[in-house]
């Protein structure tokens, strides 16, 4: 206590005499800024504290806590006043002179060491300067806790910093605890999604941390997000004044918050619901309806529509399997409602899976007489197998092209199709092709070259007209698309070399911002990926590590103990994460994926 004491108290008068020389031509309401001058840029200073940092035998009822400054302030935002371990209601406080009066509605516990964090809370009265932080602590017993733990917190999927999320400890272990109870100790984070969990008890703890909406300090499932470590958590690391960790830094000075040590990372996810039923359903079309259910991984048993024959009903899960389109391939006139059964398993109310069937009245929102007027109202689309075809430059080589029905078709010949290639002498040749259905949209389909793309050539692919023909009856109309491959001299190619590829991994390269994929793969071995016509700039590499084999990014489960499915940028050797292509270039990188997960 007494060492703790003589490191702040000798910067105490030095600060008054600095601050009152700094402030010593202001006018005498110093609530209004001077007229003239150089601008105010100076954060306020604490002066006094009550109690005495690392004070004990604080008393549990009618606590008072007083931060006193060198000038007037405000409190810029009363939820980062945080005190830990929380209680059921956030602290209240009032202004009085130059200082902050912290209080609170219920008592504090006894033999307890509390923590108050006021970073991001207190700003000056005249300039709006932020104060940087302050972390007051103290104990309403004869000890205070010493021991202390860190970490960062991030988003699961871009594994960007997160601010402001709890970080919470708990003594108890059981899975309730989160849902049911306050945490022994918690903490914000700061805009790196560090946090710093400081004079805590030396004991073992399960850690989590939540984007906490309601501000109760326990985690709802329905409305926010969470992460958890998945072993126990002892603190190992004990309180010095020296460590950079429990400094308060200015969060513009990269090169200080990099530089703290972190123990623990916690990536964020948002839990799917586990409660199975169906939550909405709506016929869109004559022919058209889709069921969605509240959980991923419907296990559905069977499915009818009441007077439409088995053989005429087509259905597609999304790829989650928590969204179901349902198309009848039949043209004649369809009844105004469908009565579809869905036998799958539901949650009953002991939160157990059982298989139910439930009975969907479904009306056709188009159902009305066509007469002569109304004949005139339809679109020529309204009659034709509706289609769209697009190839990419960039991308065709990888994707090649892709025609999307709007309806399933009933009847096609990918055989009609015609593909040439017409070289710069204008000189054209029918090139074969492959056709190959998307498999998870099964009104998507990829029709790529059969022979190698060149630089200079234009490709053309054309669809006759009356080859295909939709649920509705419709057949569709001829069209054709064009592409060529670019031929700016300036664009760069990025040969990517994976080994040791032991999983399935699905490989992204995104944009500067990491907020957009440009271009994606899945592998399951050791290959060399090319990522060809690229501009000049910055890109990041992002691989998941696709455990269930099912070409997406899960996320994890709380009560199951499992995490979300894991997501790693490809770092370089500066320690950075994106990779500056400059203008024509062949640029090689090589990952070794065990050694990224590792």
């Not at 006894?110 to 302050?134: C, R």
């Not at 409602?337 to 009306?363: A, I, P, Q, S």
């Not at 060529?484 to 080994?499: E, Q």
């Not at 990926?529 to 910055?538: I, N, S, V, W």
């Amino acid at each position: 206590m007494k060492r703790i004491l003589s490191y702040l108290l000798p910067a105490v008068p030095v600060t008054i005499i600095l601050t009152t020389m700094i402030f010593s031509h202001s006018c005498a309401n110093t609530t209004t800024p001077p007229s003239g001058g150089p601008k105010d840029t100076i954060p306020p200073v604490i002066t006094e504290i009550y109690p005495a940092l690392g004070a004990v035998n604080v008393p549990t009822q009618k606590t008072k806590l007083v931060l006193e400054f060198n000038e007037y302030v405000t409190v810029k935002d009363a939820k980062s006043l945080f005190l830990s371990p929380p209680l059921e209601k956030a602290p209240k406080y009032k202004l009085k002179g130059k200082g902050v009066v912290v209080t609170f509605e219920s008592d504090l516990d006894s033999n307890k060491t509390y923590t108050l964090d006021v970073t991001n809370a207190i700003a000056d009265n005249n300039e709006g300067n932020m104060f940087p932080g302050f972390t007051l602590v103290f104990s309403t017993g004869s000890e205070i806790d010493s021991m202390v733990v860190t970490g960062i917190v991030q988003d699961c999927n871009n594994l960007e910093p997160l601010k402001g999320a709890t970080v919470m400890l708990y003594k108890d272990h059981a899975d309730s605890a989160i849902f049911l109870k306050r945490p022994d100790a918690a903490v914000k984070t700061d805009q790196w999604g560090f946090f710093c969990l400081r004079n805590i008890q030396d004991t073992v703890y399960r850690m989590y941390a939540i984007i906490d909406e309601n501000n109760n300090n326990k985690y709802d499932p329905d409305a926010e997000k969470v992460a958890f470590i998945d072993t126990l958590v002892r603190p190992v690391v004990v309180v010095n004044d020296s460590l950079p960790e429990l400094q308060k830094y200015d969060m513009e000075d990269t090169l200080n918050c990099l530089a703290r040590k972190t123990e623990y990372e916690l990536n964020i996810f948002r839990e799917k619901p586990s409660k199975q039923m169906i939550m909405n359903k709506e016929r869109v079309g004559d022919r058209t309806a889709y069921v969605t259910f509240m959980a991923p991984y419907a296990q559905i048993d069977s499915i009818w529509i009441k007077d439409v024959a088995p053989e005429n009903l087509i259905t597609q899960f999304n790829p989650l399997q928590d969204s179901l389109e349902i198309w009848v391939n039949d043209p004649k006139p369809q009844p105004d409602t469908f009565f579809v059964n869905v036998r799958y398993m539901k949650t009953d109310t002991l939160g157990m899976l059982n298989l139910f069937t439930e009975e969907l009245k479904l009306v056709n929102p188009n159902r009305k007489t066509f007469g002569k007027s109304s004949k005139k109202d339809l679109k020529h689309e309204d009659t034709t197998a509706v289609f769209t075809l697009e190839a990419n430059p960039e991308t065709v080589e990888q994707y090649g092209f892709l025609m999307e029905f709007k309806y399933p078709v009933a009847e096609g010949s990918f055989d009609s199709l015609v593909f040439r290639s017409i070289n710069p002498k204008q000189e054209e040749k029918i090139t074969g092709f492959t056709v190959e259905q998307d498999s998870l949209n099964l009104r998507k389909y990829r029709i790529k070259s059969k022979e190698e793309l060149q630089v200079g050539y234009e490709y053309v692919l054309k669809v006759p007209h009356r080859k295909f023909k939709d649920i509705n009856g419709y057949y569709n109309d001829s069209t054709e698309v064009k592409v060529t491959l670019p031929k700016d001299d300036k664009l760069s190619t990025m040969h990517l070399a994976l080994s040791n590829v032991n999983n399935k991994y699905i490989v992204d390269l995104l944009n500067e911002k990491r907020d957009k994929v440009l271009r994606s793969y899945i592998i399951d071995s050791d290959q060399t990926l090319d990522f060809p016509y690229l501009k000049a700039g910055k890109y990041s590499i992002r691989i998941t590590e696709d455990l269930n084999r099912n070409g997406i990014v899960d996320t994890g489960n709380l009560l199951e103990h499992r995490q979300p499915e894991k997501v790693r940028f490809y770092k370089l050797e500066d320690g950075t994460f994106l990779i500056d292509i400059p203008e024509m270039t062949e640029l090689d990188q090589s990952i070794d994926l065990v050694e990224m997960f590792r």
